[in-house]
């Protein structure tokens, strides 16, 4: 049986009331209960912070909108801290509302910039609020449907450094936007000294994935704008940072929120991902719809990227989301598929040639190959990019094979 409309399925909202008189509360969740959604209602008594956390209900966490009503009178500073901290526990579904009497013009600028689009009368007048659930409900309908609208993450992890996860991801992000005229974004998320940047001769001196991450509380397209490099083709790019750095990998749940923002941005989103099973890339993993292990056939190669799929499914990754990609394959290599599907325990499902020295000439010159290069290494990858952009969903190359334990 198939699933309604988005537009005719129950919305589901999470009101919170932070540190509201009890009566007033009472209100605002008898107005909100008025409207046709699923409503979880909250109450808490004390302001919040990274070091005073709330604790939230399953509804709350996975509602697809959230209000918060909070009381600026008591203690603003707090109050303006608790927006932020929402704001960014629920970036991109929450709708802030200040709640307070007569507050003055330099109170109000500080609340707008903290994140409150709503500003609320003390005494509560409840036609106020009805208006402004009125507001927040056509502003979330426009929302939906851009959600529904939303692009693919496919993120890249190599086996070991040096197999060409890189040179991959690149090529095949440029054709997205050449030969389909896709609006991608190709982000390196190397803790440090990523490739991406230097491979496609871009300055990547500029800011960088990570500084955008750290801005999630106030992303928006204007600012991401200021944070993007345009390669020739139409490929925008976030780089990495381009000198070893001493700070550690990014929180994951800004991670989360940031790759979320962007995915409504692009129509595919393409993370070049540094190998690892901290929770940074494995926060990556979760968001993305594709998840591409990339190798070749040396038994190095294959023993790492053995040993790194049995460490994510240990992590709680789904296995059906894992795709393994042979780079520099050939007839003649020394490792058979039909060996390397055994030790790994998942389908080759995309093979691309060995194309050393050709890839190796374009990333020396900072110039990507280009579909109209014509050659076996561009069939290969245009192949790829309209299994993915063609009509309908996108599906692996290969029909996926499944294999027990050896």
Known sequence: MESPPTSQRTMTVAL????????????????????????????????????????????????????AVIDFDQDPEQAIETTAYLRRIFFGRI??????????????????RAGCTEILDNPFEPGQFHSTLNRLEEQWAGNIGKAERAGQVLSFFGAKGGVGTTTVAMHLAVFLVLSHKKKVLLIDHHRDLGHVCLYL???????????LIRNVGRLDSDLLAGFIATHKSGLHVLSSPDVYEEQGAAE?????????????????VIVDCHTSTADSDLAVMEMSDYVYLIAVPVI????????????????????????????????QSAVSVEHIEKAVRLPVEIRIGNYYAECTRAANIGAPITPDQKSDFTSEIAAWAASLAGPGEAKPLAQRKRFGLW
């Open 201 to 211: 001769g871009l300055d990547g001196t500029r800011y960088h994935f990570k500084e």
């Open 300 to 331: 190095g190669a294959i023993r790492d990227l053995s040993r790194f799929i049995d460490g994510v499914l240990q992590k709680g990754q789904r296995a059906e989301r894992l795709h393994v990609v042979m780079n520099r394959y050939s007839s």
């Open 252 to 268: 994951p749940e800004p991670l989360r929120q940031t790759l979320q923002f962007l995915r409504g941005e692009y129509d595919y």
């Open 95 to 112: 709708s802030a509302v200040a709640l307070s009497r007569n507050p003055d013009a330099a109170l109000l600028r500080r609340a707008m």
């Open 16 to 67: 919170l009331t932070v540190c509201v008189d009890l009566a007033i509360a009472e209100e605002l969740m008898q107005a909100a209960a008025t409207k046709p959604w699923s409503l979880d209602c909250l109450e808490f008594e004390r302001y919040m912070s990274p070091a005073m956390r709330p604790q939230l209900s399953p509804e709350a966490k996975s509602a697809q909108a959230v209000i």
